[in-house]
């Protein structure tokens, strides 16, 4: 009778293991709920600050400036103290970097699929919420206060990346965003200005 106690808690011990592997693969502790599709500049944030990666686009000098989109880690501040505009560390080793130097065109697109809010939703399922924030893709001062805001929102973010070869010369960039796309149900796009997106309502 102990052996089958012991057998059958060591099979749910193995399964508690195995499932929250799972979970932790295609989702993670939310610090904020999701908000209501209603709520353009809420939901805009809320993608924002609960996302730690996207793709970043620039125009490529090396192309004849045809598009080129990278897989890039980003933070908007502290944890739950994002501010909307999205930091990044750049090194010009990748091309990313060297094709803002020359033109600073850029757009930057988060899904929350990797939020692991969307369920079994397809990505492209419009109520599984995409963003694209366009503008100009800017080196930070490095004598400014904002790269120490930039610096403590990323390694804050991604601490390995205070790790990074420093012979690799990486930079803080950041997005000074001009327009938004953002799709949050069905419908089109929801209208939202930048304004609206940087002082949401509270």
């Not at 293991?17 to 209501?36: M, N, Q, T, W």
């Not at 697109?109 to 939703?121: H, Q, V």
Request: aromatic share 12%.
């Amino acid at each position: 009778m102990i052996i089958k106690v012991d057998f059958r808690c060591h099979l749910f011990a193995l399964a508690f293991i195995f499932l929250g592997s799972r979970v932790s693969v295609h989702a993670r502790l939310l610090s904020v709920s999701k908000p209501d599709p209603d709520d353009a500049a809420a939901t805009a944030r809320w993608l924002v600050s609960q996302n730690n990666w996207g793709v970043l686009n620039t125009i490529s000098k090396d192309l004849g400036g045809a598009p080129f989109g990278n897989v890039v880690s980003f933070s908007d501040g502290l944890p739950d103290g994002g501010r909307g505009v999205p930091y990044f560390y750049l090194t010009t080793l990748d091309p990313t970097a060297r094709n803002a130097l020359f033109d600073q065109r850029s757009s930057f697109t988060i899904s929350e699929y990797p939020i692991g809010t969307c369920g079994k939703k397809d990505p492209e399922n419009p109520s599984c919420a995409k963003i694209t924030l366009t503008g100009k893709l800017r080196l930070v001062d490095e004598k400014s206060q904002e790269v120490v805001f930039a610096r403590n929102a990323l390694f804050s973010k991604h601490p390995e990346m205070k790790d990074w070869p420093k012979g690799h010369n990486f930079q803080f960039f950041k997005l000074d965003i001009e327009d938004i796309f953002l799709i949050d149900w069905f419908g089109g796009p929801k209208p939202l200005t930048v304004d609206q997106y940087l002082h949401p309502k509270t």
